[in-house]
């Protein structure tokens, strides 16, 4: 009976740690979109957001105050400038960031 207890307790144990785990990995996208709304230029720079697939399309009134380094290390894997409009390609996350930036713009 000592023994059933005692998987019990770890088996225990070990879902307590995966949830943690979990919970750790899960991307805070709400502050990843304060962030990318501050490297674009603030909100007042964006005029509108849409999302395609993997990419964020922006349009924005200002392009020259753009922080194109610090939204690469947020995760973009590429940046593509046409006039006043940048499309970010960020991956799965593209449609999660349009959310929140919708919720804040």
Not at 38 to 50: C, T
Request: aromatic share 6%; net charge positive.
């Amino acid at each position: 009976m000592n023994t059933f207890i005692q998987y019990g307790i770890i088996i225990i144990i070990l879902l307590i740690i995966s949830l943690i785990v979990l919970k750790l990995m899960k991307r805070d996208f709400s502050v990843e979109a304060n962030k990318l709304i501050n490297y674009l230029g603030g909100k007042d720079n964006i005029i509108n957001a849409e999302c395609n697939m993997s990419r964020f399309k922006v349009t924005l009134k200002d392009v020259s105050i753009v922080d194109k380094d610090a939204i690469q290390k947020l995760g973009a894997k590429g940046i593509v400038e046409i006039d006043n409009q940048l499309k970010i390609i960020f991956g799965k996350d593209a449609r999660q960031l349009k959310k929140y930036i919708d919720d804040i713009i």
